[in-house]
């Protein structure tokens, strides 16, 4: 168990519709990322948060967006969805302290879209 | 960017024999992890290994970061082996993000 816990872990909706995916990171991390991993795509990172701010953006479409909160869960909203964003969301954590910076991933939302 | 190159691309192997994958990397990094990611989509982590050499069990992974590789030693192999092994860097400081490989596909038949 890394300590990152992800809901759901099973979707499944329609195309146009739209889903939110929730992350709670290990506690004490401050650093929240995302991540896709489709099956032509590999992990592709999404997005990262610090401590509620936004700290990189990757590969990540316009209809999605993430939020980091004040107790430090983030979610990763997906809107007008499409067939293609079907795929398995990562959450991952780290923490802000010295040079072990390990990042810990949680166990994954799958999203189907149909 | 930077790339992670992964190798090789797919693996199958004899329970009981031993194997070497590969993770070269284009530029300087913070870090490195290697990650098993199991047969249910499970993501775990192996080892944080930015240099040196590290062992668990009968894995072992070894980093050269002024030659930009790193390598994971499977020893004495079993079917829960099997699964995809990624290496990813670290890099944009301390709290940069993860770069993945492409991985590589082990199978360990009985």
């Known amino acids: 168990d890394s300590g990152v816990t992800q809901t759901p872990k099973h979707l499944i909706t329609a195309t146009g519709q739209r889903v939110t995916l929730r992350c709670s990171p290990r506690?004490?991390?401050?650093?929240v990322y995302w991540y896709q991993q489709s099956l032509d795509q590999g992990l592709q990172f999404l997005i990262q948060?610090?401590?509620?701010?936004?700290?990189a953006k990757g590969n990540i479409l316009e209809r999605f967006s993430a939020q980091q909160f004040p107790d430090l869960h983030s979610e990763l909203n997906l809107s007008s969805l499409e067939l293609g964003d079907s795929a398995l969301y990562f959450c991952?954590?780290?923490?802000?302290?010295?040079?072990?910076?390990?990042?810990?991933f949680g166990e994954g939302s799958w999203l189907t879209v149909v | 960017g930077i790339q992670v190159e992964q190798s090789p691309p797919d693996l199958i192997l004899q329970e009981g024999a031993n194997s070497t994958l590969r993770c070269n990397f284009s530029?300087?990094?913070?870090?490195l992890q290697w990650f098993h990611q199991n047969p249910w989509g499970q993501l775990i982590n192996l080892f944080y290994?930015?240099?040196g050499t590290k062992q668990n069990g009968r894995l072992s992974a070894t980093t050269v970061a002024t030659e930009r590789y790193s390598l994971l030693y499977i020893s004495s192999s079993q079917t829960t082996d099997s699964g995809v092994y990624f290496c990813?860097?670290?890099?944009?400081?301390?709290?940069?993000?993860?770069?993945f490989g492409k991985g590589t596909k082990l199978s360990v038949k009985p």
């Open positions: 991952a954590s780290s923490a802000h302290r010295g040079s072990q910076n390990t990042i810990y």
């Open positions: 506690s004490g991390d401050l650093s």
């Open positions: 948060y610090y401590n509620g701010e936004e700290r």
């Open positions: 530029d300087s990094v913070n870090n």
């Open positions: 290994i930015p240099s």
């Open positions: 990813a860097v670290r890099y944009g400081g301390s709290q940069g993000n993860l770069i």
